[in-house]
Each structure stands twice: as structure tokens, then as C-alpha cells.
């Protein structure tokens, strides 16, 4: 194991579904950690703070739900991202989680291909240097944010402010789902006074201008692709 490697904490009950997990991730060159439950894994990030953290939604006592929120809620563990593990038929647990600040989901039973892949995706996403924030570049897109100018194949395209700031949130999270009320608070703040359905006829809107890089995921939400 490289002593720079890093660590991945797994807060999961079924001890098998750990040690598959912390197989492929040692396999992978990550630093594998471990936790049955919400207090074992609260003071291991107190002790060992991982890079990342795999939550089982369905652990005894305290919940990874409650257990997110409550992560999510302490400055000194905000910012580790999360990828949950859910259950197929809990598509409001995914949306709780995701709404709380979990950075993506698996559902299981899973494909182990699919974590190390999501677990990348997510790292690439918070352990690298940050873009310029003044423009964004996708493929053939081209955004300048300071001078509200999107450009395709160095074609202008005209959006409306609506579009514009839906395309600012779904790219600073690139190739993260973010839900239909995430969006929503995004463009209106307190003041929701745009509907949740609107979202969709925005994002059909975006779609025809830019091409299809805004992704929807069935009855969760939407992401800009990955590079």
C-alpha cells in the first residue's frame, strides 16, 4: 500500500459487503477503512479523516441518512464526499441523500466496476485543481460566465438567464446528479417560484441549443456529462 494512498472509509453492516469492498479498493490503491455503524464511523473520521466515505443507508441504530445530515452539518466534515449505498426501490432515500449532500449513489446489489468507477468519478471531481471560474469548455461548448456568452463549435448560442444559471449549477457539479429541488433552490433561492416541472422544460430547452450533455436520471434528477 502507498503510504500517499487515499483513504476510503466503508460504513457498511454486512461484513462480507465490506470486505468485497475493501478488496477492490486496496486492488485499486486506495487506503481501505471500516466501520459497522454510525458511532464506530463518527469516531474513526474524527481520528483517521478519509478522503471519501461509502455509506450503507440501511445501518442499525442510527441511519446513513441521519448519519449524512449529520456529516454534512459539522464544518470539520462537510467536505468529504459521500457515495451512498442504497436499496433499488428507495428513490426517495436516493433524492433525501443527494438533497443532504451525498455526491452520488450505487444501488445494490452492485456492480464492484461500477463503485471503483463512481468512487473515481467522485475524487477526480474533489481532489484536483479547481477550473478557472471565469469560463467552462465542454467538447464543442465554450462558456464565458463573466460576459453571459455560450458558444458552440464557435457558434454564438442564445440562452435565456434561466438556462444560463441551470448551465452554471449542472457544470460546476459535473457529473454529479443533483435533484429537481436542488436546481429549483438554485435559481430561486427561498423564493420557489418556479415549479418543479418548469425545471424540465428548461432542460428540454438547453437540450435543443446545446446538445445532449444535460443527462436525466429517472426520477431522481439531473447531471452534466463527464468529460
Known amino acids: 500500500m502507498q503510504n500517499d494512498a ?16 475493501a478488496y477492490h479498493l486496496k486492488k485499486n490503491l486506495f487506503n481501505p477503512l471500516e466501520a459497522s455503524h454510525a458511532e464506530e464511523a463518527l469516531q474513526k473520521i474524527s481520528l483517521l479523516k478519509p478522503h471519501l466515505i461509502i455509506l450503507d443507508l440501511m445501518l442499525p441504530k442510527t441511519s446513513g441518512l441521519d448519519l ?4 454534512k452539518k459539522n464544518i470539520a466534515t ?7 449505498l442504497t436499496a433499488k426501490s428507495s428513490k426517495e432515500d436516493i433524492v433525501k441523500g443527494l438533497e443532504l449532500g451525498a455526491d452520488d449513489y450505487v444501488t445494490k446489489p452492485f456492480d464492484i466496476k461500477e463503485v471503483m468507477a463512481r468512487i473515481k468519478a467522485i475524487l477526480r471531481r474533489t481532489h484536483t485543481p ?12 465554450m462558456i464565458d460566465w463573466e460576459k453571459y456568452r455560450l458558444h458552440k463549435n464557435s457558434q454564438e448560442i442564445h440562452i435565456t438567464l434561466t438556462e444560463f444559471k441551470l448551465l452554471k449549477i449542472l457544470t460546476q457539479y459535473q457529473g454529479r446528479v443533483l435533484t429537481r429541488e436542488q436546481l429549483l433552490s438554485a435559481l430561486t433561492g427561498d423564493e420557489k417560484v418556479v415549479i418543479d416541472r ?9 437540450r435543443k441549443k446545446i446538445g445532449p450533455y444535460i443527462e436525466t436520471v429517472r426520477g431522481i434528477g439531473y447531471r452534466f456529462q463527464e468529460g
Open 68 to 71: 449524512c445530515q449529520l456529516l
Open 6 to 21: 487515499l483513504s476510503i472509509l466503508i460504513i457498511e453492516d454486512e461484513k462480507d459487503i465490506r470486505n468485497l469492498l
Open 198 to 206: 418548469n425545471i424540465d422544460v428548461h432542460i428540454t430547452s438547453l
Open 78 to 84: 462537510q467536505n468529504i464526499p459521500i457515495l451512498m
Open 130 to 141: 479547481e477550473k478557472s471560474l471565469a469560463t467552462f469548455t465542454h467538447k464543442e461548448l
